[in-house]
């Protein structure tokens, strides 16, 4: 799918499936590239100057509501493309596949376990129908052989939002912070795809100037909160090895 049409009937198929769950009363939320689109519905028109395109649906969920998940997913015309072995294989992630849709769905539960590791725990009721803004930048940010397309999302993410203390269309610097203050790996990992981002920023002529400058100060601001908590005992020994040993998880291509 490459078109902004193929792009909203991805968004539509998304909330449809949110939708299906908060009925029955199973906790999903989308993640991802669509959940990016959802959450910045003021700059299309930018996605598509940029070339950023969904191909496929991702989802958070809970542990504790898996079977009910695969059965609300199987039930809106997807299967499962995993059984048993699947199951021990890759026990906090589902993934489904409609033949008549034409997508692919994954559904991460309780964790977003890649380079680093991303908890859902007691998050996913902060925002609706997609995690909250905090985690969507921390799915990127974790990335260590971060792309193109999670630069171009995040860029976004941070022209339409600032940062602050709270969650309330805002990314959480407390939170962040805090999480990174206890682990050197995912604290360097982060910071370097911030510094990243504002790298390409000044690369990409789609934005303007007084749009580079908007989102570069509020990366910076970031930043600097980052920087100023107070670190663990554990960061500090971590960070006097750095990155001469590895920091971060290698990220298994799981087969859908």
């Known amino acids: 799918m490459s078109s902004s049409k193929d792009n909203l009937y991805i968004i539509k198929e998304a909330m449809a499936i949110v939708e ?3 009925k029955e009363n199973v906790t999903l939320r989308i993640m991802g590239a669509t959940a990016f689109r959802i959450h910045c519905l003021g700059q299309e028109l930018l996605y598509d100057a940029l070339g950023r395109e969904i191909s496929d649906l991702d989802f958070a969920g809970y542990g504790k509501d898996r079977r009910r998940i695969e059965r609300l997913i199987s039930s809106l015309n997807y ?15 589902l993934i489904f ?5 034409n997508l692919t769905t994954d559904v991460f539960l309780d964790q977003l376990s890649m380079c680093h590791t991303i908890n859902f725990k007691g998050r996913l009721e902060v925002d609706y129908p997609t995690i909250p803004l905090t985690e969507l930048l921390l799915e990127k940010m974790q990335i260590v052989k971060i792309n193109e397309k ?4 995040t860029l976004i993410l941070f022209l339409e939002h600032d940062s602050g203390n709270g969650d309330s269309e805002t990314i959480n610097t407390k939170l962040i912070s805090s999480l990174l203050s206890d682990d050197w790996g995912f ?26 400058r908007l989102i570069e100060q ?6 600097e909160a980052i920087e100023n908590q107070p670190k663990s ?10 990155n001469r040993k590895k920091w971060y998880a290698d990220v298994e291509e799981v087969e859908r």
């Open 150 to 153: 999670d630069l171009k999302d």
């Open 20 to 22: 299906s769950a908060k």
């Open 233 to 242: 005992l554990k960061w500090k020994m971590r960070a006097k090895v750095g």
């Open 79 to 93: 299967e499962s493309s995993h059984g048993m072995l699947g199951d021990l294989t890759h026990p906090d992630r």
């Open 187 to 212: 604290y360097y990992t982060v910071t370097t795809n911030l510094e990243n981002v504002i790298s390409y920023l000044s690369a990409t002529e789609m934005i303007t100037e007084p749009q580079k």
């Open 97 to 101: 596949f409609s033949p008549s849709k």
């Open 218 to 223: 509020r990366i910076r601001r970031l930043l």
